[in-house]
């Protein structure tokens, strides 16, 4: 039989809550840690507006690359696989909003935005008949 194909794919556009945190595995492996908040506007007569915290990860050789621009406050464009994850505190079942980041893009700034893949991109895509290279 034919096995359905699973995705968990998640964007999101908001503020980087704290520097970017550079750790290593036991192995070696470089991960690079932020959180992203991303304010929803309510709506309605007793609208509040709300901020959902996301935990991103990125790992490998573009996790130490990344370390310097991934700072407070700046305005970021995340792409990756999303996995709620839930834990216990203080007795209370909470949810963490996990990101292991594949694409991130630096929005806004003095440059411009400047994007920066996690990971490798199509080598072709800049070729004739690459992926970039759609009629519409």
């Not at 609208?47 to 310097?68: I, M, N, P, Y």
Request: glycine share 12%; aromatic share 10%.
């Amino acid at each position: 039989g034919c096995v359905m194909p699973n995705l968990c794919k998640i964007t999101l556009i908001g503020h980087v809550g704290r520097d970017a945190e550079l750790k290593y595995t036991g192995k070696g492996t470089a991960i690079l840690e932020w959180t992203l908040a991303v304010n929803e506007k309510g709506y309605g007569e007793n609208a509040q507006d709300k901020t959902h915290w996301f935990r991103c990860s990125v790992f490998g050789k573009r996790a130490e690359s990344l370390k310097t621009l991934i700072e407070k406050g700046k305005p970021l464009y995340v792409e990756g696989q999303f996995s709620p994850r839930e834990y216990t505190k203080d007795g209370q079942t909470r949810t963490s909003y996990d990101v292991r980041v594949s694409e991130v893009e630096l929005l806004g700034g003095r440059s411009g935005s400047e994007r920066q893949p996690a990971r490798n991109e199509n080598p072709y895509a800049n070729e004739p008949g690459g992926s970039d290279d759609f009629p519409f």
